[in-house]
């Protein structure tokens, strides 16, 4: 079967570094995308990453490598408006997109 | 306003009732979609459509039934209500096959 998984919770300092990982089990792939989704909203597209190698964006990064079926979500000078839920999701063989269940990140002053 | 909105936010029916979600979007993505979201779940696919008068089953399409007569417009009827379709509802659209989903702002449906 086809699976994501990624941490259910993870808890950081406002002003450092975390690291979201991802792994992943798929029939194929064709892309790897990370959304952001603060409570009570919808999903908001993060990063996608289809080449192995790190992708920047601002504060934030995401790694992929295909060979390990792995992937990090790394967010810097963390904010309290970063507080929310990280998706992960592949893109399978088939373009149908393969979620994992979120990690919900508490950042603490 | 361009985007793609979802009506009703916030809806409560009862077991057995007939309920329709709208989705309409502005940006004419050939891609569109419908998810439920429940904790402790990810994000499960109910039907997606890749064109007008074209839809197809998700991981969860029991219970449910979508169509597209236009490209803008993808309502998701669920046909007779029951507690477990209780559930955050997300339509989503894309533009291509592998390009990013753009979220409406959901439906909270409760059934009573």
């Known amino acids: 079967g086809q699976n994501i998984d990624q941490p259910t919770e993870m808890t950081a300092t406002e002003g450092a570094i975390v690291q979201i990982n991802c792994t992943y089990q798929?029939?194929?792939?064709?892309?790897l995308f990370w959304y952001q989704q603060h409570a009570g909203e919808a999903p908001t597209f993060l990063s996608y990453?289809?080449l192995d190698g790190l992708e920047e964006k601002g504060r934030f990064s995401s790694f992929l490598s295909r060979s390990k079926g792995y992937s990090y979500l790394l967010l810097k000078e963390l904010q309290m408006k970063d507080s929310a839920s990280y998706l992960c999701?592949?893109?399978?063989?088939?373009?149908?997109?393969?979620w994992g269940a979120g990690t919900k990140l508490i950042i603490k002053p | 306003d361009a985007g793609i909105t979802q009506s009703p936010r916030y809806k409560i029916t009862e077991t057995g009732r007939q309920v329709t979600l709208m989705c309409h979007q502005t940006?004419?993505?050939?891609?569109m979609f419908w998810y439920r979201q429940d904790l402790g779940h990810g994000l499960r696919l109910i039907y997606y459509?890749?064109?007008?008068?074209?839809?197809d089953k998700g991981e969860v399409p029991d219970g449910y039934v979508v169509s597209r007569s236009k490209t803008e417009n993808f309502p998701l009827t669920l046909e007779s209500a029951t507690r477990s379709q209780t559930s955050v509802y997300f339509c989503?659209?894309?533009?291509?096959?592998?390009?990013?989903?753009?979220f409406g702002n959901g439906t909270r449906l409760t059934v009573t």
């Open positions: 989503a659209s894309s533009g291509v096959e592998n390009s990013p989903l753009h």
């Open positions: 940006w004419s993505h050939s891609y």
């Open positions: 459509s890749a064109a007008a008068d074209i839809t």
């Open positions: 798929t029939s194929g792939f064709n892309g």
């Open positions: 990453n289809v």
């Open positions: 999701a592949v893109m399978d063989s088939n373009y149908q997109l393969i």
